[in-house]
C-alpha cells in the first residue's frame, strides 16, 4: 500500500497527531539501535501446541476478558462466523475473546494514525513500515515491550531472528513484534493475457517498454477496460520505476516517500525526484499513458480499488502475494507477473508486525494470545483462514478460499509463520520458480545492495513539521504531476520550488545524519 487518500484529511490528521505526541518521543535521532535482547536464541523447528502461554509466568487468566484488535482492510460480510469459531478456541485455551475491529482501505490513511491519538481504549494492532511503525513508536504510541515481551509471548520471542529483532528496535527498546515469515520486495505488472488472445501481442513483459506496449494492446482490443489499474490513493509506477532503476526508498516501502537512495554508492546520498537524472524520461512516458487513455482521468477521486478484481482494469502493480491471489480467483483470466524490482531483498520484518497500544487494559492477556496464535496451529488456523470446511479447507498441504465473496483470511498478515503458513491452493505454477529466484539472488547479495539499508527506519521527531510539509507537497504537486494532469517540465520545476519552500533540505540534511549513523552502526 501506498498512499493517504485526500490532502485535506490527511493534512487534519498530521495536525492531530502532532498536537497530540508533541513532547512524547525523545529527540535522540538516528535509527534503530542495537536491541538489549536476548543473547542467545534457541532454534524451534517444530512448535509444541499442548501447552497454552500460561506456562510463561505468573499470568492470571481467571477472569475472563474481550481483547480488542485493529487490523487494516475491508471486513468481510461473514466474519462474525469466524469470529465466532476462533473465540471458543481462546475462550477455552486461555480464559479470553477477541473482538477484531476493520478499517477500510479508503479510511485507513487517515483512522489508523488516530487510533493512538484518540484515547481509545485498545489492545493490540496490526502494523507495517508502511503505516509509520517506527515514527508512531518515537512518538509513544505503542508500549515498551522489552520486558513484557519475553515473559508472556516466549515462543514467539526465541523464534525472532537477529534482524527482525533489530528492526523492531527503536531508540533502543522493543516496540513491535515482527512477522515470523519472510516476504520479499519484489513488485511489478499483475496483468490479464486473456483479453490478448488472437491479437499480435508478443507476451513480453521485461520493461516499461513491454509494459507500455501491453497497455496499447488492451486499449485497442478492450476499449470498454481501463488497461492499468489508478485509483484515489495514487500511482505506484513511480515507485516501480525507481526499483526498476535500482534506486531505493529512504523509508524502505512503497509508501509516499519523496527521498530516495543509491545502494551501491560507497556513501550514498539522499535525493527527491526533481534531482534524478531519469525523471524528465518517466514524466515524459507517463504523460503518454494519460494522454493514451491508459488509465481514467478522474483517477485521484475514484474511489474503486477493486477494478481488476472486478474486471474494469486489465493490468496493476503489486507485489507477488497478489499475483497469486489474483490467479487462484480468476483462473480463466490467466494472469500473469513480472517483477520489475532489479534488486529483490527480503522485506523488512516489520513490513508485517503487531504492537500493544498504549491504552491496553490487558497487555499481557494480549501478548499471551498473540504467542498462542502464533505457536499453536489450531489457533493460528482459526485465526487466519477461518472455519475449516466453511471458509476454507486443506487440499494436499494447500489452503484454499471455499468462498472469497463472504470471507477472507485475516488482515493481520503478521500472525504468519514459516510453520504455519500454507501456499494457496491452485496457485500459479511459476510461483515456485520466482520465489525460488529471489532467495538465489538474496543469497548472491550476502546482506549487500538494498539489503544493506532494510533495518533503517527514520526518526522525524526534531524535523516533524517540515516533514509533514514536505509529505503533503509530494502529495498535492507530485502525484498529478506523475500522472501527467501537470505539465512535466513546469510541473517539475513547481514541485521543487514547494518542496524546498516546505523544508526539504532540513528533511534531507537531519535524515542523513541518521542514515550514517546506521551504517557506522552495522557496520561494527
Known amino acids: 500500500m501506498k498512499r493517504s487518500v485526500r490532502l485535506a484529511a490527511f493534512l487534519m490528521t498530521l495536525a492531530m497527531v502532532i498536537s497530540v505526541f508533541a513532547g512524547c518521543g525523545d529527540n535522540k535521532g538516528g535509527s534503530a539501535a542495537s536491541p538489549s535482547s536476548k543473547e542467545e536464541k534457541k532454534s524451534s523447528e517444530s512448535v509444541s501446541s499442548e501447552t497454552t502461554p500460561e506456562d510463561a509466568g505468573a499470568l492470571d487468566t481467571s477472569k475472563e476478558v474481550e481483547l480488542v484488535m485493529y487490523v487494516v482492510s475491508d471486513r468481510p460480510a461473514k466474519q462474525d462466523e469466524i469470529d465466532e469459531n476462533f473465540n471458543k478456541i481462546f475462550k477455552e485455551k486461555l480464559n479470553c475473546t477477541l473482538k477484531v475491529n476493520w478499517i477500510g482501505w479508503a479510511e485507513y490513511p487517515n483512522k489508523y494514525p488516530l487510533l493512538f491519538s484518540s484515547g481509545e481504549k485498545f489492545d493490540m494492532a496490526y502494523t507495517a513500515t508502511w503505516l509509520n511503525y517506527a515514527s508512531l513508536a518515537q512518538k509513544g504510541a505503542f508500549l515498551n515491550l522489552d520486558e513484557l515481551w519475553p515473559k508472556y509471548a516466549p515462543k514467539n520471542f526465541e523464534r525472532q531472528s537477529d534482524s527482525a529483532l533489530f528492526q523492531a528496535t527503536v531508540d533502543g527498546h522493543y516496540y513491535c513484534i515482527p512477522t515470523l515469515l519472510a516476504t520479499y520486495s519484489a513488485y511489478g505488472p499483475i496483468f490479464r493475457t486473456d483479453i490478448l488472445e488472437g491479437t499480435d501481442w508478443d507476451g513480453k513483459m521485461e520493461n516499461f517498454d513491454d509494459l507500455e506496449k501491453y497497455l496499447g494492446y488492451v486499449k485497442t482490443a478492450r476499449p470498454d477496460m481501463e488497461p492499468l489499474n489508478v485509483y484515489q490513493s495514487g500511482s505506484e509506477v513511480d515507485d516501480l520505476f525507481m526499483h526498476f532503476n535500482g534506486q531505493y526508498p529512504v523509508k524502505g516501502a512503497m509508501s509516499n516517500d519523496f527521498l530516495w537512495l543509491d545502494p551501491a554508492e560507497e556513501d550514498p546520498q539522499l535525493y527527491t525526484f526533481y534531482e534524478y537524472e531519469k525523471t524528465p524520461e518517466f514524466l515524459e512516458m507517463m504523460n503518454r499513458w494519460n494522454e493514451a487513455g491508459y488509465f481514467t482521468k478522474s483517477a485521484l477521486s475514484d474511489t474503486d480499488s477493486q477494478k481488476v478484481k472486478n474486471g474494469k482494469a486489465a493490468c496493476s502493480v503489486h507485489n507477488i502475494d497478489s499475483y497469486s491471489g489474483s490467479y487462484i480467483e480468476h ?117 549487500e545492495g538494498t539489503a544493506k539499508f532494510r533495518g533503517f527506519s527514520v526518526n522525524t521527531t526534531s524535523i516533524e513539521t517540515e516533514y509533514a510539509a514536505c509529505q503533503n507537497v509530494h502529495q498535492q504537486y507530485w502525484w498529478p504531476l506523475e500522472l501527467g494532469y501537470t505539465d512535466p517540465v513546469e510541473g517539475l520545476k513547481d514541485y521543487q520550488s514547494k518542496m524546498e519552500a516546505a523544508g526539504v533540505e532540513k528533511v534531507r540534511e537531519e535524515l542523513k545524519r541518521q542514515l550514517d549513523d546506521y551504517l557506522a552502526e552495522i557496520a561494527k
Not at 358 to 382: G, V, W
Not at 430 to 447: A, P, Q, S, V
Open 331 to 447: 483462473p480463466e483470466w490467466k494472469f500473469r507477473y513480472a517483477n520489475f524490482t532489479k534488486d529483490v531483498s527480503n522485506l523488512p520484518f516489520t513490513q508485517d508486525a503487531l504492537v500493544i497500544s498504549n491504552t491496553a487494559e490487558n497487555p499481557e492477556r494480549a501478548l499471551a494470545l498473540y504467542d498462542l496464535i502464533t505457536s499453536d496451529e489450531e489457533a493460528f488456523r482459526a485465526f487466519f483462514y477461518g472455519v475449516e470446511g466453511t471458509s476454507y479447507e486443506i487440499i494436499d498441504g494447500q489452503v484454499k478460499s471455499l468462498d472469497p465473496d463472504n470471507y477472507a483470511f485475516s488482515a493481520c498478515w503478521a500472525a504468519r509463520t514459516s510453520e504455519f503458513n500454507l501456499d494457496s491452493y491452485g496457485a500459479p505454477a511459476d510461483l515456485k520458480t520466482f520465489k525460488d529466484g529471489f532467495d538465489e539472488h538474496i543469497k548472491e547479495m550476502n546482506g
